[in-house]
């Protein structure tokens, strides 16, 4: 950035623009209260009996992020703040209808997920109080590396792991059911981007070119192929083909990012499709059971209608998507109860039936949004590892998402993880809003004018400010 600047002679001063990010949190606060007085309206004739403590609660909340992000980190992103708000209320009120349609007048989960928000937002607001800075990550890069790997790990631990839908990605404490991997993927990322800091310069040395692209050097492929062995064993022994992508697929990003060699992306990818390819040939053709659970995921994203046992979900979520069209049935007029797992791993099908194609592809670009947002942070910050954090960040995001709606609507296997902010469930909510404090922390850095003056030198080139 400073390079930049020398040598066009321009300086970019960001506005706050805190007003425009209220005026947002408005909208996107009436957006989401809106939407649950309509699921009401439409399923009881009534509105619901605990929306204006949800409407309160909610604004509260909201209230709450705003004033300390007001406070503590005034140069932050605007547009985040609102997008997040957005999502979680419009999947507060999806779990609503689906509350209603199990049992008329219930709003277990919906009052539950709002505890969850109200947990995500705290954890929000202490990130921004605690973090001042996001370069201290870096004093932890190994620590947080083997932090995470602890907690992929802790599932599998006797007494404590739980196996859900045939994933070994829980654990139970305290009467309290937890995804430890929602934690992990914090720590990997500061560990990647505090590694790849240091390592860059020696990992992007070219070795031989192949077909037009400089492939990495043999010796320097160590990395790549520690990360591909642990994603294998998080496919292996947890059976979680999401976690696996989510993960090796965030380390490939910021390889190439840090690097700027194409031959990393193409290495990542043909190690991880080679790895799939084998746990599916180790299942249908060597027989071996610990990979069965892929097979059954390949085999129903291939012909679903041919093994309607396992693949149910994914028949009910395309019939409800076809039922839904192009502007939905309206919130409260659909059936998406029909759909196995609709608040979790399945909400976006209910999203898709109920507000039709033009509401997921709204969604779809409110993530792009956000992934957009990431990615213009890590554009203009002016440390490396806070660029690589900001990179790794947005790109986690994308991947799920991608994943996600891919599996939902059969352009990839089904791999079981959820639409962030969206879906049922208190451990990727509040991992989620944590995970956009830390973004807004690096965004406030970015964004805020430089400390130390410039130094005036004789004969320099005029300097042009521009104001955005």
């Known amino acids: 950035?400073?390079?930049?600047?020398?040598?066009?002679?321009?300086?970019?001063?960001?506005?706050?623009?805190?007003?425009?990010?209220?005026?947002?949190?408005?909208?996107?606060?009436?957006?989401?209260?809106?939407?649950?007085?309509?699921?009401?309206?439409?399923?009881?004739?009534?509105?619901?009996?605990?929306?204006?403590?949800?409407?309160?609660?909610?604004?509260?909340?909201?209230?709450?992020?705003?004033?300390?992000?007001?406070?503590?980190?005034?140069?932050?992103?605007?547009?985040l703040l609102p997008c997040v708000v957005l999502l979680n209320g419009l999947g507060l009120a999806?779990?609503?209808?689906?509350?209603?349609?199990?049992?008329?007048?219930?709003?277990?989960?919906?009052?539950?997920?709002?505890?969850?928000?109200?947990?995500?937002?705290?954890?929000f607001v202490l990130t921004l109080l605690l973090i001042q800075d996001h370069r201290r990550l870096q004093r932890i890069t190994y620590t947080a590396g083997l932090a995470g790997i602890a907690l992929l790990i802790l599932p599998l631990v006797p007494g404590i792991g739980r196996e859900?839908?045939?994933?070994?990605?829980w654990i139970r404490v305290g009467g309290l059911n937890f995804q430890p991997g929602e934690v992990a993927k914090f720590c990997m990322i500061v560990f990647f981007a505090g590694y790849l800091v240091v390592k860059r310069d020696a990992l992007a040395l070219a070795g031989r070119r192949f077909l037009g692209i400089d492939?990495?050097?043999?010796?320097?492929?160590?990395?790549?192929?520690?990360?591909?062995?642990?994603?294998?064993?998080?496919?292996?022994?947890?059976?979680?083909?999401?976690?696996?992508?989510?993960?090796?697929?965030?380390?490939?990003?910021?390889?190439?990012?840090?690097?700027?060699?194409?031959?990393?992306?193409?290495i990542g990818t043909a190690l991880f499709v080679g790895g799939c390819y084998f746990a599916y040939f180790a299942a249908t053709v060597l027989d071996i059971r610990q990979f069965s659970h892929i097979a059954n995921r390949v085999n129903a994203w291939l012909d679903p209608f041919a093994h309607p046992d396992g693949a149910y979900q994914i028949i009910q979520s395309l019939y409800g998507l076809a039922y839904g069209g192009i502007l939905g049935k309206?919130?409260?007029?659909?059936?998406?109860?029909?759909?196995?797992?609709?608040?979790?791993?399945?909400?976006?099908?209910?999203?898709?039936?109920?507000?039709?194609?033009?509401?997921?592809?709204?969604?779809?670009?409110?993530?792009?949004?956000?992934?957009?947002?990431?990615?213009?942070?890590?554009?203009?910050?002016?440390?490396h590892f806070g660029k690589l954090l900001a990179t790794g960040f947005a790109a986690i995001i994308g991947l799920q998402v991608f994943v996600v709606l891919g599996g939902v609507t059969k352009l990839i296997p089904l791999t079981g993880l959820t639409t962030p902010f969206l879906s049922y469930g208190g451990s990727s909510l509040v991992a989620n809003w944590a995970l956009v404090a830390l973004l807004m922390r690096i965004s406030d850095y970015a964004r805020r004018p430089p400390m130390e003056p410039t130094a005036i030198v004789e004969d320099a080139q005029t300097q042009v400010v521009v104001r955005r």
Request: with cysteine; net charge neutral.
């Open 330 to 383: 309206g919130l409260g007029e659909g059936r998406p109860e029909l759909v196995p797992l609709a608040k979790s791993d399945f909400i976006a099908a209910a999203l898709g039936e109920e507000l039709g194609l033009t509401g997921l592809m709204a969604v779809i670009v409110l993530y792009g949004i956000l992934v957009e947002r990431g990615l213009r942070t890590a554009l203009i910050c002016r440390d």
């Open 215 to 266: 492939l990495p050097r043999g010796r320097d492929l160590g990395p790549i192929l520690l990360a591909w062995v642990i994603s294998l064993g998080i496919l292996v022994f947890q059976r979680d083909l999401g976690t696996a992508l989510l993960f090796f697929g965030t380390f490939v990003i910021l390889l190439y990012v840090s690097t700027e060699r194409p031959g990393w992306a193409v």
């Open 1 to 79: 950035m400073s390079d930049q600047r020398a040598a066009t002679g321009v300086i970019v001063l960001q506005r706050k623009r805190r007003g425009a990010e209220l005026l947002l949190l408005i909208l996107a606060l009436g957006a989401a209260i809106g939407a649950y007085a309509l699921v009401g309206l439409a399923v009881e004739g009534k509105f619901s009996d605990n929306l204006w403590t949800y409407a309160a609660g909610m604004t509260l909340l909201v209230g709450l992020a705003h004033g300390v992000v007001r406070w503590r980190a005034p140069w932050s992103d605007p547009i």
């Open 164 to 169: 859900v839908q045939g994933a070994q990605i």
């Open 94 to 123: 999806l779990i609503h209808r689906l509350d209603l349609a199990k049992d008329p007048g219930s709003v277990a989960d919906a009052s539950r997920q709002l505890m969850w928000t109200a947990v995500g937002v705290v954890l």
